[in-house]
């Protein structure tokens, strides 16, 4: 069974930033489709970024110029740079693993911005 891990979140002031990562098992990470979702407490789950086997990237229009989705195939890992934190973006972010119809999702981890 596949499995996705993901590190990285925690605690941080406005304005700071934060990287995420998500490492998967298996062997067909390579050929997937990467994403980060999130979650706030009361709000349903949103896309904030999401990145193809090919490299393509695609963002949220809340994230923008903000956060940025990258993948190592080397090391079957994907990573999402946050940077100029706000505490709207508090949440669990999970990541994604699209392959084929199939898609697999991690435990989540939290991000809290917070003065």
């Known amino acids: 069974q596949l499995q996705l891990v993901e590190s990285g979140g925690g605690l941080v002031q406005p304005g700071g930033s934060l990287r995420l990562s998500c490492a998967a098992s298996?062997?067909?990470?390579?050929?997937?489709?990467m994403g980060w979702s999130r979650q706030a407490p009361g709000k349903q789950r949103e896309l904030v970024a999401a990145i193809t086997s090919g490299g393509s990237t695609n963002y949220a229009d809340s994230v923008k110029g903000r956060f940025t989705i990258s993948r190592a195939n080397a090391k079957n890992t994907v990573y999402l740079q946050m940077n100029t934190l706000k505490p709207e973006d508090t949440a669990v972010y999970y990541c994604?693993?699209?392959?084929?119809?199939?898609?697999?999702w991690g435990q989540g981890t939290q991000v809290t911005v917070s003065s």
């Open positions: 994604r693993l699209t392959y084929g119809t199939t898609s697999y």
């Open positions: 298996g062997s067909i990470f390579s050929m997937s489709a």
